[in-house]
């Protein structure tokens, strides 16, 4: 029985740090670059090998030395750290189970790289966050940043994004175990790899589809030619790893049509692979089920032969999980013989290691849960800082358009007031004039007028042109003297 347990995980994490380092710090700003070319080509080579360093296996002291040496160099030449800097940075608190600096780096990394558009530093460091969201449990995010990942690489033609973007995602649908989205995923993972000819997301990507087949979703067909691409992209690349872990699941899935001898042949090339390497878990699962097939086949002494030789190569990878089940079908193989004392004996050795097994998978839940607590108060703070700024933002919009409105408040006001104010100049001119009238008809009574005019025509009938004229004359005096002393409102006695 082979399993997969913490495969998909680590899997995608190694990937993950292999993608970040293969572009390097291509791209950086020239602010980084101002230095002299043999301290910028050392920068970015402690860079690139603390990024390596992060792989299988992981060298985490030796990355934190280089990473170190980098943050040294940076400060000589006495400028920023540069993004990918800043993500290897993410990738050492990652590995340290330090998710809240590991957030914190990595959105520096992000900052930095749209401030200088850095699109490979940003498209990794969407990445770096589906990752690490899927570490903690947030699987909505994890997708939404794989996602981000796969629009920047086909806007800009970045390689070696998409096909572990892929990857993450379909991580995401395993954990969730919704199969027919993890399949989906796994096989855009497969047609980006094989484009981009990217072997390490090709392989993975086509051992876990197999071995879904072998199991989640069975197919025996499919599974067989899925693992057998494998092995074949694993032995092109010279990688034994995956060699023997596509030849153990090709055993487990023979075994389950009990294809006996199919499944020892595959078994043993997993142990030719595994063995040399010193993949202690995968020989030692490899040795465990040519045990479970050769008790199926009642070869019982050489059942028992393999299942100690599991349970040594176990141990010494400490595999607790492997030597657990093992006691287990070796208590079932004694059953078998009959022999109720040694599978008695045997099977309070399976209890006893399960229940280590299941201890240790409680405190790695506790352990994943610190992780999504960490991570989620430190999304919580970063929210919380959003809703401050917001807030900030609130303020100074309400009062610049408080003080907006008061500015057009007061010019209406003073509009209105200078409208007003031509209004009653107006008026009162309007006014003026009228009384100007009622002050000169007054002083020239038109009955006045009249009598005087008909004391001139009788002097004109009389033919007295002597009085006639004396009489116009004072006359039109008056009148002159009325109309030039009407603008005052009071003149001498003399006049």
């Keep these: 029985m082979f399993r997969i347990y913490g495969m998909v995980r680590r899997g995608i994490l190694i990937l993950s740090v ?5 572009v390097g710090v291509a791209g950086a700003s020239p602010s980084w670059l101002s230095g002299q070319n043999k301290d910028t080509a050392a920068l970015n080579q402690l860079i690139n090998k ?12 030796y990355a934190k030395k280089l990473i170190d040496s980098a943050e040294a160099i940076c400060r000589e030449l006495k400028t920023g750290f540069p993004p990918m800097l800043n993500l290897a940075r993410a990738q050492y608190f990652m590995f340290t189970k330090d998710y809240g600096n590991a957030s914190k780096e990595a959105n520096i990394t992000l900052q930095e790289a749209r401030t200088y558009g850095d699109r490979n530093a ?11 969201y899927l570490n903690t449990g947030f699987f909505r995010e994890s997708i939404l940043n794989y996602e981000n990942s796969i629009r920047i690489a086909e806007r800009y033609g970045l390689k070696g994004i998409i096909p572990a973007a892929y990857q993450g995602i379909s991580s995401v649908y395993s954990s969730l175990k919704q199969y027919p989205d993890y399949k989906d995923m796994l096989e855009k993972a497969i047609a980006a790899a094989s484009a981009e000819k990217d072997t390490s997301v090709l392989l993975l990507s086509y051992f876990r589809l197999g071995s879904m087949y072998s199991e989640a979703d069975r197919h025996f067909k499919l599974a067989d030619s899925v693992l057998r691409l494998c092995s074949r992209v694993a032995s092109a690349r010279g990688d034994s790893v995956f060699n023997g872990l596509a030849w153990a699941n090709l055993g487990w899935n023979f075994y389950l049509e009990k294809k006996y001898d199919s499944a020892i042949y595959s078994y043993n090339k997993s142990l030719k692979y595994s063995i040399p390497i010193k993949r202690y878990s995968t020989s030692a699962n490899s040795y465990g089920n040519l045990g479970t097939v050769n008790r199926d086949l009642r070869n019982f002494q050489k059942a028992l032969d393999y299942y100690n030789k599991g349970i040594d190569q176990a141990k010494l990878a400490n ?3 492997v030597i657990s089940w093992i006691y287990r079908d070796m208590s079932d193989l004694y059953l078998v013989k009959e022999d109720t004392s040694n599978a008695y004996k045997n099977y309070v050795l399976f209890k006893k290691y399960n229940d280590i097994y299941l201890q240790g998978d409680k405190v790695k839940g506790l352990n994943d849960a610190s992780a999504r607590f960490q991570a989620e108060s430190q999304s919580k703070e970063v929210e919380l800082l959003s809703l401050q700024l917001r807030n900030q933002r609130l303020v100074i919009f309400g009062s610049s358009a408080f003080f907006v409105l008061m500015m057009l408040i007061l010019l209406l006001i003073y509009s209105r007031a200078r409208i007003n104010a031509k209004r009653r100049i107006t008026e009162m001119d309007r006014q003026i004039s009228e009384l ?15 009598n005087t005019l008909n004391s001139i025509q009788y002097y004109m009938y009389q033919h007295d042109k002597l009085a006639t004229n004396n009489y116009l004359t004072k006359f039109s005096n008056l009148i002159r003297k009325v109309l030039e002393n009407s603008r005052y409102t009071s003149i001498p006695i003399r006049d």
Excluded: W
């Excluded at 498209?123 to 770096?128: D, V």
């Design 122 to 132: 940003e498209a990794k460091a969407y990445t770096f966050f589906g990752t690490y």
């Design 18 to 22: 292999i993608l970040v380092c293969r």
């Design 50 to 61: 603390a990024l390596k360093s992060f792989g299988e296996p992981a060298n985490v002291t």
């Design 319 to 321: 595999d607790i999980y």
């Design 436 to 450: 100007n009238q009622a002050n000169l008809r007054q002083q020239m009574n038109p009955h006045f007028i009249f």
